[in-house]
């Protein structure tokens, strides 16, 4: 078990560097020079020259790699140059609005996506199942931006429920929570309702119900209690996935997160800021696979962490 | 499955049953059309056909204007005409009204449509090369190919994945080809991962040791034999990365990471009527629609053919 953890652990951090060494080689591949970036289109010759002095950027690419790294290690990461300040706690700072945002997504998902799913799987190939399976392909092909917009148009603009930016009141979290979990219940109800139906096509399915187990109890500990695993596995994909990826809809409705301050940081050339957000999410996303992974044995007592385990 | 308690022999033919009502005499079996209608199989054929049919109608009512958008009588995408601003839908010859600029709106997203196009397609063509081989090498040869191609794929699979294309376009410039590459990098790893657990199912046919036993190279068995069992499931994955290809994309544009030359796309459409939500709501609501309409018809097409019998009654 701890040698297991260790060893995902390794791997996790592995991904990290790897994501992070990534961004520093392509910041330095791309064209444009970042000192022109930090002092402005108007700097001499002589102060460009300064800056690349005090960024280092004048050394050899290895070298500045070999600092790139010191700086990772000790999380210094620099000073972001829009806000003036460390880029790490730029980052933290905004992280919590993110967190919450993913987090009520996520639970509005789970909510409506299992028993949508399990619904569906219980009556296959009927009228009613089709539409809802039509409108979950819809659902799942909706440009978010754009469902964003809508909800906020309706909801903000002409009825004003909700407020349209930011984040000042609890209200505001529901536009964009119900934007991100619309696409996310398509998807999540549409696996719940394969994995179900495979379930109930098995076997031992079919000995239980000829035993006399109760509908319910085939449905949700039988059928569900094999599906979990999956299940599980792909909310907790999304999440971690949402942690970096709800850049769009932060955009949206001027959310004080992560994804908007990715944007910001892209437009102004920012690379402190860049390489300090990615660091940040590459961390989470890597840490909240983790967590799955270690919860399966709570889902599935069959599972031994480290020995059936492939990662 | 449903199928359980109502099992359906194919119509039409005998079913074999000894004790048969004598009242249904004319029917040489005990199952009547209304059960065989009623069934399961039945509605999920019906059901299959309905989407592709609708699928396929939602995405040619885009794409063939799209395609045809030169050759129809459209004023030019970027005719400024500042007399005729934010006119909205169906007036002055107008079909989609006009923006801000007083641009006609249906030219620029019918010219707007080809750049987006044009990049799904071949993001999803550079994709499905670059999934299909390293997938079915992977799966076919296994070993220490496998190990990093599956590490590779999980690697791509846990990073921040939207941050990581918003910063490639950001830095290179938002050009077809780079945008056109990054959602191709985007998207490998769904088409490896399928092709691969395909061909590891493949591998272990009988027909692959036959060919082995007749002492064909490795290569030239994954080439000539086991692909070909494998690429039609893995084109209809394709298909569905279509979709996905091109909501990316307008996400991208929408971020302001979309191509500019020739002509904006979707994304940035939206983004730019953004400004004019409450004066001139068709700015954005109708380059939406058509996305939307877009790319569920491809989503029904790739589930409709998903969803249809494997094996055809009339032979093909």
């Not at chain 1, 390794?10 to 520093?24: I, M, P, R």
């Not at chain 1, 009228?127 to 392909?137: A, C, D, M, R």
């Not at chain 2, 958008?69 to 169906?90: G, I, K, T, V, Y």
Request: hydrophobic share 50%; aromatic share 8%.
């Amino acid at each position: 078990m701890t040698k297991y953890i260790l060893k995902r652990l390794g791997q996790g951090l592995l991904t990290v560097f790897l994501t992070v060494s990534t961004v520093f080689v392509l910041v330095r591949l791309a064209p444009g020079d970042p000192a022109v970036a930090y002092a402005g289109p108007l700097a001499t010759t002589e102060q460009l020259a300064k800056v690349r002095e005090q960024f280092g950027l004048d050394l050899p690419l290895i070298q500045q790699y070999w600092i790139f790294l010191q700086q990772l290690f000790t999380g210094n990461l620099g000073t972001s140059y829009s806000f003036q300040a460390p880029a790490i706690q730029v980052v933290l700072e905004r992280l919590p609005y993110t967190l919450t945002l993913a987090t009520a997504s996520i639970l509005l998902t789970a909510v409506v996506a299992i028993p949508l799913g399990v619904w569906m799987s219980r009556r296959p190939d009927t009228k009613k199942e089709f539409g809802v399976n039509v409108l979950t392909i819809a659902g799942q092909s909706m440009p978010d931006f754009w469902t964003g917009i809508m909800l906020l148009t309706f909801f903000a603009v002409l009825i004003p429920i909700f407020p349209a930016s930011g984040f000042a009141t609890w209200s505001a979290l529901v536009l964009p929570t119900v934007t991100i979990a619309i696409l996310q219940i398509a998807l999540i109800s549409r696996m719940v309702r394969r994995e179900m139906t495979t379930n109930f096509a098995a076997p031992y399915l079919t000995v239980a119900r000829s035993r006399g187990v109760r509908n319910s109890l085939l449905t949700w500990r039988y059928a569900m209690g094999n599906s979990a695993i999956p299940v599980f596995t792909a909310l907790g994909t999304r999440f971690a996935a949402m942690l970096n990826g709800v850049v769009v809809v932060e955009v949206v409705f001027a959310w004080p997160g992560v994804g908007s301050l990715i944007v910001r940081a892209l437009e102004t050339r920012d690379y402190p800021l860049i390489v300090a957000t990615v660091l940040v999410t590459a961390v989470l996303a890597v840490g909240v696979q983790l967590l799955i992974d270690l919860a399966y044995p709570l889902l599935d007592p069959r599972i031994r962490l480290g020995k059936a385990a492939t990662a | 499955m449903s199928l359980s308690d109502t099992a359906v022999p194919p119509a039409g033919g005998p079913s074999g049953l000894p004790a048969e009502p004598p009242a249904r005499k004319s029917s040489p079996s005990a199952v009547t059309k209304e059960l065989i209608a009623k069934a399961g199989a039945t509605r999920r054929r019906a059901g299959a056909k309905f989407k592709i049919r609708t699928g396929v109608i939602c995405t040619l009512l885009v794409v063939v204007p799209i395609v045809l958008a030169a050759f129809l009588p459209l004023p030019d995408p970027s005719h400024q005409d500042l007399a005729q601003r934010l006119l909205p839908p169906l007036t002055e010859g107008h079909l989609f009204g006009t923006d801000q600029l007083g641009r006609d709106l249906l030219s620029r997203i019918l010219h707007g449509g080809q750049v987006s196009l044009t990049i799904g397609v071949l993001a999803v063509v550079v994709s499905g090369t670059i999934g299909i081989i390293f997938g079915a090498a992977a799966g076919y040869f296994g070993g220490k190919l496998d190990s990093v191609v599956s590490r590779l794929i999980e690697a791509q699979m846990s990073l921040p994945l939207l941050m990581m294309l918003l910063l490639v376009v950001a830095l290179f410039g938002p050009s077809i080809p780079v945008i056109t590459f990054v959602i191709a990098i985007a998207q490998w790893p769904e088409v490896a991962r399928l092709t691969r657990s395909m061909v590891l199912v493949e591998r272990e046919k009988p027909y692959v040791s036959a060919a082995r036993i007749l002492g064909l190279h490795r290569v030239q068995i994954l080439i000539q034999h086991v692909i070909p069992n494998v690429i039609k499931q893995a084109t209809l994955v394709v298909l569905l990365l279509l979709a996905q290809a091109v909501l990316l994309e307008s996400a991208l544009a929408f971020l302001g990471a979309g191509p500019q030359r020739p002509f904006a796309t979707w994304g940035r459409i939206i983004s730019d009527g953004q400004d004019y939500l409450t004066t001139a709501w068709w700015l954005v609501t109708v380059p939406g629609l058509v996305i939307a309409i877009m790319v569920v018809g491809v989503n029904l097409l790739g589930d409709g053919l998903r969803d249809r019998p494997r094996r055809k009654k009339k032979g093909a």
